[in-house]
Every structure is written in structure tokens, then in C-alpha cells.
């Protein structure tokens, strides 16, 4: 079993950057790949970011390239998501994710976080 929990949401302003952390417990942390996803309201969840296991790989989005980065530190047992030039529509609870092998999939998922919140003013 591994236990995730996020924090570090909030509300900020457009253009501005919030960076959300992933902390990990339970099974050996860097044996999973580490993802991101997010859900805004009346919407499906949505792939974000993934990293994998030593964080030499890492995956995006195209709605989110270049503005998001993925880091992991496997000694502290944590995910990090860091979000620059935030939009409005990124607005969404954002969860973090362990998955044995990369899918992208939610439902290929193998552990979730409860999510935390941003939301992004105009």
C-alpha cells in the first residue's frame, strides 16, 4: 500500500505560479512512476505530468509543456508540480498518482492522493 497526500493549492492570479507537493507512504517510493492529474468541474481527469522512478524521465501534456515541470526527490518521498504562467483553465483539483508502469490513464492508476485545490483568477 502507498498513502499520498497533496498540499500546496490555493488561489493565485493569472500569470502567477503555485508548486504543489506529493508526500508518499508505504511501499519503496522509487519504484513508481509519480503523475500528475487534474479535474475541473464538469470535467474528466485529465493527465498532467508523470515522472519516472529516478526523475531522469519525465512527461507532459501539451496544454501544460513548458509552463509545468515535474521533479521528484526520492529521499524525502515526494512529487512536486511545479506551475508557472497559470491560466484560468487550469483551474481544477489536482491529484497526485503512483502507477507501477507509465498509462497516463486514470483508471491505470494504482494509488491516489485526495487531491488539492487551485484555482486561477483572471
Known amino acids: 500500500q502507498v498513502q499520498l497526500v497533496e498540499s500546496g493549492g490555493g488561489l493565485v492570479q493569472a500569470g502567477g505560479s503555485l508548486k504543489l507537493s506529493c508526500a508518499a507512504s508505504?511501499?519503496?517510493?522509487?519504484?513508481?512512476?509519480m503523475n500528475w492529474f487534474r479535474q475541473a468541474p464538469g470535467k474528466e481527469r485529465e493527465f498532467v505530468a508523470a515522472?519516472?522512478?529516478?526523475?531522469?524521465?519525465?512527461y507532459y501534456s501539451d496544454s501544460v509543456k513548458g509552463r509545468f515541470s515535474i521533479s521528484r526527490d526520492n529521499a524525502k518521498s515526494t512529487v512536486y508540480l511545479q506551475m508557472n504562467s497559470l491560466k484560468p483553465e487550469d483551474t481544477a483539483v489536482y491529484y497526485c498518482a503512483a502507477d507501477s508502469v507509465l498509462t497516463y490513464r486514470p483508471s491505470g492508476m494504482d494509488y491516489w492522493g485526495k487531491g488539492t485545490l487551485v484555482t486561477v483568477s483572471s
Open positions: 508505504g511501499r519503496p517510493f522509487n519504484t513508481y512512476y
Open positions: 515522472s519516472s522512478g529516478s526523475g531522469a524521465r519525465t
